[in-house]
């Protein structure tokens, strides 16, 4: 049995999602990619719903790297402590709001290398930041886009690196931050970790996980 799907029939998957989630985009509230950036660091084992709650205080109050600096990592912590690893988030949002500050001019990078550098930013977190903030084409690689990439059979790997490789090379590259959103929708809706709904699934004359069921 094949284990990956060839380029046309990758290339009418996402024609399937697209037509299934048209509107699929990031999930995470921000209006600028300081915000998106304190967003996606937060989201790191906590779901984008519960992130948009402790944002939506958040924002209001701390709107650039110098106002997060006023505070200590335990009062931050505080405010954050909803999204779960909070004295973890704390210490990294603070000491990346230092070097944004110290060699950034208090802007955040707009690419994936530099965005690396900063604590608490993997590549994952650094893909998001400049794909949806910056319109770099870039595909994140979250539990989401690993489970359901691996089983349509958009990807082969074992790995979040290697998956990421895999859709970079089957998927167009001005199609990269789009395919993102919609695989990222189709996992959290129908597509689930236990239990997916194949039944309401309108790719499943392609995926080979449900093939493999048959």
Not at 186 to 205: D, F, M, Q, S, V
Request: proline share 4%.
């Amino acid at each position: 049995m094949k284990k990956i799907l060839n380029k046309k029939e990758i290339e009418e998957v996402l024609e399937s999602l697209l037509h299934l989630y048209p509107d699929a985009k990031a999930e995470l509230d921000f209006t600028n990619p300081f915000e998106l950036l304190i967003a996606t660091i937060l989201s790191a084992q906590c779901t984008d719903i519960q992130v948009n709650k402790t944002t939506d205080k958040l924002f209001k109050e701390y709107k650039t790297p110098k106002d997060y600096l006023r505070l200590t990592e335990e009062e931050l912590g505080r405010k954050i402590y909803s999204c779960g690893f909070y004295k973890t988030k704390s210490k990294n949002i603070l000491e990346t709001c230092k070097i944004l500050i110290e060699n950034y001019d208090g802007k955040v990078p707009d690419n994936i290398e530099e965005l690396m550098k900063l604590p608490g930013v993997g590549r994952k977190t650094a893909n998001v930041v400049v794909s949806n903030a910056f319109g770099v084409p870039a595909i994140a690689v979250d539990t989401h886009v690993f489970r359901v990439s691996n089983r349509i059979g958009l990807a082969d790997s074992k790995n979040v690196s290697d998956t990421e490789l895999d859709l970079m090379k089957n998927i167009k590259k001005s199609m990269w931050t789009k395919a993102h959103h919609l695989i990222i929708f189709h996992g959290r809706r129908i597509c689930k970790a236990r239990n997916p709904l194949c039944e309401k699934c309108p790719i499943t004359p392609y995926c080979l996980y449900y093939k493999g069921k048959r």
